[in-house]
DNA sequence: CCTACCGATCGGTAGG
DNA sequence: CCTACCGATCGGTAGG
């Protein structure tokens, strides 16, 4: 029985974990089936018997991920624990998924876009769905004071763009273990690079009063 | 005289902003210099008489912009400023940068990896670049005792990413302004999530020790 | 700036 | 899983 299903499956999955890769290092649109078909020592003919169009392959990639992330983060958010702790789990748990497979979850930010509808439009109120998760912690860390009164949603889009940026920078061989990296990120999203709650600096000059009291030259120029 | 050379760059300037246009909602590869002549209302070889590649388009939509961000920060830095101030001062004009042509942005950072060499070593070189000036402002902060010693390398890594994905979220008729933006990320990597300094939430048990303790399925499972 | 065109390659199908 | 092939399209050039 293991032999019998095992050719088919096995290319099946040879197919997927070859586009992961060429999806990650080309991107899906410059990668073509005679690529894929060659990473995986066959005629691009022979992929169709496995998966019907290019975009299926991603289709397939993708919302594999979309179901990890969401499997470790489910069990995290019914858990009845201090919004502090609730982020140090979850930003633990995304940080594992991402490392499981850091090709994988490249492709998953990085080539969503080329999905048709409604696959598109799926994948967008997935990626939604799991913001809005985060958004529930940070909503409960507010109203039990632990957190200070920020715009959750504006929390929530700096925190996943960390998040999510963690694949182009971490190496398996790096100094950090997965731990420690989960742990410094959520250090970091918790308390910032701040030693004092103060930042008794006068007021802030942003850039429009620098520019007007004639120091600088004007930002928007054209080139 | 004006009007002898505005054809010229007229359309070259058309070009490299339905360039813009195109690379950042279809992707590099995916848009044909068919595409990108039609939406300037032209042969695709007449493209040609004002770049001679498609790759040619590319570099200097990356490398104006990258001329641009460093334009901006540079005379941040040499100014003599506590670090959170120069902190909130770079993030002012990064944001400034990123919102002032948000398409443009998006193809800085989505689709520099089509870059051949040895444009892409150099592109990547002037990234690190424009790292290493956030990493020196961290140092100082750290140096000075306003900023707690953190990994300077990861947060400056970290403050990035949120920066670098500011154009997939800004809107310019959104609720904030591109102060109040600039405001709330710096307050955000300031001083993080948390109201106040201590997290005596006990023990932090990781996912490790959490899966150890019998309480939830296995993280590394495969599918 | 255009017409006309090049060889190469694309995603995908037929049929076995 | 392959051979053989489809029409469409690709980036780019010649020549005016």
């Known amino acids: 029985m293991r032999l019998r299903s095992a050719p088919l499956r096995g290319s099946k999955q040879k197919i997927f974990h070859a586009a992961i890769r060429l999806f990650r290092a080309k991107g899906f649109s410059a990668t073509s089936m005679r690529d894929l078909a060659a990473a995986c020592g066959m005629e691009a003919s022979s992929i169709y018997n496995h998966y019907s169009s290019k975009e299926e392959v991603l289709q397939n990639i ?9 499997a470790q983060l489910d069990p995290i958010l019914r858990m009845d624990l201090p919004a502090p702790m609730l982020l140090r789990m979850a930003v633990d748990r995304h940080v594992r998924v991402v490392t499981s497979d850091v090709d994988a979850s490249m492709v998953f930010v990085q080539e969503w876009r080329h999905l048709t509808e409604p696959h598109l439009d799926h994948f967008i109120s997935l990626r939604h769905q799991y913001r809005d998760y ?5 909503q409960k860390g507010i109203r039990t004071g632990l957190f200070r009164p920020i715009n959750e949603k504006f929390a929530a889009v700096g925190l996943l763009s960390t998040l999510n940026a963690l694949h182009e920078w971490y190496r398996p061989d790096g100094p950090l273990s997965i731990s420690e990296i989960a742990r410094q990120l959520s250090d970091q999203l918790l308390f910032g690079f701040m030693s004092t709650r103060e930042d008794d600096l006068g007021p802030v000059m942003n850039t429009e009063e620098w520019n007007n009291s004639g120091n600088l030259e004007s930002v928007n120029r054209n080139t």
Chains 1, 2 share one sequence.
């Open 62 to 70: 993708l919302f594999e991920r979309a179901t990890e992330f969401f």
């Open 134 to 138: 985060f958004i529930e912690i940070l």
